[in-house]
């Protein structure tokens, strides 16, 4: 849901893969193309994959990651849009299999039945990327309207390129 300064609001999932220390980029360039951004994080990626301290201070949200109480207000409105990056196997497999067992899954399984555009950056090996059950999952995600990009399984693959992850949501 457009904030009320116009600005669409765009989630922002962030997994625990080591690329994760630069998500901080991705959220630069969602400010520059005029996005408000809210960040959702799994349990582990907490752990020491970003600073969730400088990922605050960017956005000037908090960075959600915990189940909110009942009676507690959402710190977000609605998205406009999601990029999950970096995506790791098992949430990409978790997601797709409709299973909600923490706050990003669940947003994800629930944006998902929304019509929400969503952009994925995987953070897969080759010999994870080749796994049947992951192959299954990008079909079911796929056939959802989700967009992926090309693996990233780092090393010599160059630069993560967290901006294509925008491109990807086109338009939105």
Not at 43 to 68: C, K
Request: charge should be negative.
């Amino acid at each position: 849901m457009t904030e009320p300064d116009g600005k669409p609001f765009l989630y922002v999932v962030v997994c625990a893969a080591g690329i994760a220390a630069g998500v901080s980029k991705l959220i630069t360039a969602a400010q520059e193309r005029d996005w408000e951004v809210g960040v959702f994080a799994t349990p582990t990626a907490m752990n020491g994959f970003f600073d969730t301290a400088a990922v605050q201070a960017q956005t000037g949200r908090p960075l959600r990651s915990a189940w909110r109480r009942p009676g507690d207000p959402r710190p977000f409105p609605d998205p406009d849009a999601v990029v999950v990056a970096p995506a790791t196997f098992n949430t990409v497999n978790k997601w797709a299999a409709g299973i909600a067992d923490t706050l990003a899954l669940g947003t994800l399984c629930e944006v998902s039945g929304q019509g929400v555009p969503i952009a994925v950056l995987p953070c897969v090996s080759a010999a994870l990327a080749a796994h049947p059950a992951y192959r299954d999952s990008l079909i079911r995600l796929r056939g959802m309207g989700v967009r992926f990009a090309e693996p990233y399984a780092g090393g010599e693959a160059g630069e993560f390129g967290w901006e294509r992850a925008l491109d990807l949501l086109g338009g939105t």
